[in-house]
């Protein structure tokens, strides 16, 4: 599979051989947005030699981070001068993990037999967004939409000129939603995106992992199947508990669930079960509460 997808209207989604993760470039007018650069060296001085090509002045270039786990927020260093946007909770999140970014890193780049240049550090975006909050850079607009529930400072991003949906790790082909809490929190962003799909024409989804889904109803299914997943894990979950089974007992019962990337060479095996602990979690949290 070549590595870049041209989609048309100046967008190119390239995919790396780390976890299936997609960076994508945007150019128009002169300047480029690129959304999560990564994750290899190789492949990040690739997206840059691409990016240069359509806009010489990295000076007009903006990085987008949709959130900061260590294979979304390495590629600043390859992009120097470049303007960078995240959420105002990125800065303290990166700053907090940066030696766990590095390790991860370090050992996953070394794995797949490249070196690894310098130590990760940890920065500020420039533009710090708050919320779900519309902005143009440069003449293209963009929403920018809170999608807590992966990592509390996730955002999605859509670009109505062009149609197109960077999703950051959610709606994935090959992923099931991964959780970093209870599951409503999750669940309560994703619904904020039937609007999206429901209102706008949506060409394309590129989600933080896998395929590119094609148009709004392929989008939208995805949404509903995760949607879908979290209410079945929530479900058998709180039957579960509500029998007062253990997390241990919970987790057996629950390997049976089908779910996306079940057994699959990227398996999801060991993500379902940190999503069951986390359910299983946050109904002992709201139990302590009554
Ligand atoms: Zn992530």
Redesign the pocket.
């Known amino acids: 599979m070549p590595a870049w997808t041209d989609l048309g209207d100046g967008v190119l989604v390239r995919q790396s051989r780390a976890y299936q993760m997609n960076s994508t470039v945007v150019v128009h007018e002169g300047r480029a947005l690129v959304f999560d650069p990564g994750v290899l060296p190789s492949e990040l001085a690739d997206i840059a030699a691409v990016v240069e090509r359509h806009v010489p002045r990295f000076e007009n270039v903006t990085l987008v981070f949709t ?1 900061p ?1 260590w294979d ?1 927020v390495l590629g600043k260093p390859w992009f120097p001068l470049a303007s960078t946007v995240a959420h105002v909770g990125f800065a303290d999140e990166v700053e907090r993990d940066a030696a766990k970014i590095d390790a991860d890193a370090k050992a996953y780049v070394e794995g797949a037999g490249e070196p690894w240049p310098r130590p990760f550090e940890a920065f500020e975006p420039a533009l710090k967004l708050r919320g779900t909050v519309g902005l143009r850079i440069g003449e293209r607009e963009l929403i920018a939409y809170d999608m807590p529930g ?2 509390p400072s996730q955002q999605s991003f859509y670009l109505p000129e062009i149609g197109l949906f960077v999703a950051g ?1 959610t709606l994935s082909d090959i992923e099931i939603p ?1 959780l970093d809490g209870p599951p409503w929190v999750y669940r309560r962003s994703l619904q904020a995106l039937h609007w999206v799909f429901e209102q706008e024409q949506v060409k394309f989804l590129v989600p ?1 992992h896998g395929a590119v889904a094609r148009g709004r109803t392929d989008a939208y299914k995805r949404l509903l199947r995760d949607i879908d997943y979290l209410l079945l894990l929530e479900g058998e979950v709180g039957k579960a508990f509500t029998k007062g089974w253990s997390l241990a007992d919970t987790q057996a019962e629950l390997a049976k669930m089908g779910f996306v990337g079940k057994d699959a060479a990227y398996s999801m095996n060991d993500v379902h079960r940190d999503n069951v602990t986390h359910t299983y979690e946050g109904l002992l949290e709201q139990a302590d509460l009554k």
Do not use: F, N, P, R
Request: proline share 0%.
């Open positions: 959130h786990h979304h992966h990592s790790d991964w933080g």
